[in-house]
């Protein structure tokens, strides 16, 4: 069952895209098949549906785009900018800079094809990449110090999450991606593989987390959080509330029609609090 906190992204990216004429796009994010749960996609749909919720277009599942990841890794290997990684995980562990782990370099040499199981990593270059992120404002990263260079194929033939969502939002035509802050981190890498496949950059706006007393994202197996599928207008009023809009008091006894008309008609993302994290790292 969703959590609270997969609400609160679901609304946001919702009304900020039905509040500016967009199209509301379902990607099924399951490219790491390792850890795919039987019918978690269905109850997924299912419960989005009874929330009143009406996307667009085709639903997407990343299990099944692994050719066109396969092209986009082409393409950079052409662009000389990926190199086969065969560190193991121990020797990761005991190299990488400092404990950060950052990894130290050691395979950039090499090139593909490689005969031996390798993952794939993409060669970072030493410079700043920012961006405007609609809530937090000005965001940057230096690739180098920061992250390194990181892996779009696992060792295991599975492709990575970062090119995995590049590659999609691009595919689907993405204008603006709403999600949370814990993925924040993630986005310089995720530009600059734009940069480097020649694909228009987004908009970003990313949300605050739920977050639970020790200040730590609440995880899926937090039961605290889980979704009540029969009350979904409490749960919806709850994400609007953590995103700072207002929504009456009596709107609870009201139907999820009445609380999407509500939540269409007052949505502002002046309201939405800044994420914490940001404040954390910064
Ligand atoms: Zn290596």
């Given at each position: 069952m969703?959590h609270?906190?997969?609400?609160?992204?679901?609304?946001?990216?919702?009304?900020q895209?039905?509040?500016n004429?967009g199209?509301?796009?379902?990607?099924?994010e399951?490219?790491?098949?390792?850890?795919?749960?039987p019918?978690?996609?269905?109850?997924?749909?299912?419960?989005?549906?009874?929330?009143?919720f009406?996307?667009?277009g085709?639903v997407?599942?990343?299990?099944k785009?692994?050719?066109?990841?396969a092209q986009?890794?082409?393409?950079?290997?052409?662009?000389?900018?990926?190199?086969?990684?065969?560190?193991?995980?121990?020797?990761?562990?005991?190299?990488?800079?400092?404990?950060?782990?950052i990894?130290?370099?050691?395979?950039?040499s090499?090139?593909?094809?490689?005969?031996h199981?390798?993952?794939?990593r993409?060669?970072v270059?030493?410079?700043?990449?920012?961006?405007?992120?609609?809530?937090?404002?000005?965001?940057?990263?230096?690739?180098?110090t920061?992250?390194?260079d990181?892996?779009?194929?696992?060792?295991?033939?599975l492709f990575?999450?970062?090119?995995?969502?590049?590659?999609?939002?691009a595919?689907q035509?993405?204008?603006?991606?709403?999600?949370?802050?814990?993925?924040?981190?993630?986005?310089?890498?995720?530009?600059?593989?734009?940069?480097?496949?020649?694909?228009?950059?987004?908009?970003?706006?990313?949300?605050?987390?739920?977050?639970?007393?020790?200040?730590?994202?609440?995880?899926?197996?937090?039961g605290?959080?889980?979704?009540?599928?029969?009350r979904?207008?409490?749960?919806i009023?709850?994400?609007?509330?953590?995103?700072?809009?207002?929504?009456?008091?009596?709107?609870?006894?009201?139907?999820?029609?009445?609380?999407?008309?509500?939540a269409m008609?007052?949505?502002?993302?002046?309201?939405?609090?800044?994420?914490?994290?940001v404040?954390?790292?910064?």
């Amino acid at each position: 069952m969703p959590h609270l906190g997969t609400l609160v992204a679901a609304v946001a990216s919702y009304l900020q895209a039905r509040t500016n004429k967009g199209e509301w796009l379902l990607r099924i994010e399951d490219v790491d098949t390792t850890r795919r749960v039987p019918g978690a996609d269905d109850a997924m749909l299912r419960t989005l549906d009874k929330f009143g919720f009406e996307w667009d277009g085709e639903v997407i599942w990343q299990s099944k785009r692994s050719a066109s990841y396969a092209q986009a890794l082409e393409q950079l290997d052409a662009d000389g900018l990926v190199f086969p990684c065969t560190c193991s995980r121990k020797l990761l562990a005991q190299t990488a800079v400092e404990q950060s782990g950052i990894y130290p370099g050691t395979c950039r040499s090499q090139k593909l094809p490689f005969p031996h199981e390798h993952a794939v990593r993409m060669r970072v270059p030493d410079n700043t990449i920012s961006f405007d992120d609609a809530i937090i404002g000005e965001y940057q990263q230096s690739l180098a110090t920061e992250c390194g260079d990181f892996v779009i194929k696992r060792r295991d033939g599975l492709f990575a999450y970062q090119l995995a969502v590049v590659v999609d939002d691009a595919l689907q035509g993405v204008t603006e991606i709403v999600r949370g802050a814990d993925l924040l981190d993630s986005t310089p890498r995720q530009i600059f593989l734009q940069q480097c496949l020649d694909y228009t950059r987004p908009g970003y706006l990313h949300l605050p987390l739920i977050l639970d007393h020790e200040g730590r994202k609440l995880s899926k197996s937090d039961g605290a959080a889980e979704l009540n599928p029969d009350r979904p207008v409490k749960s919806i009023q709850a994400a609007l509330r953590h995103l700072g809009q207002q929504p009456p008091a009596d709107l609870v006894k009201a139907g999820t029609v009445d609380v999407w008309q509500w939540a269409m008609e007052n949505w502002s993302i002046s309201k939405i609090p800044t994420p914490d994290k940001v404040m954390k790292t910064s």
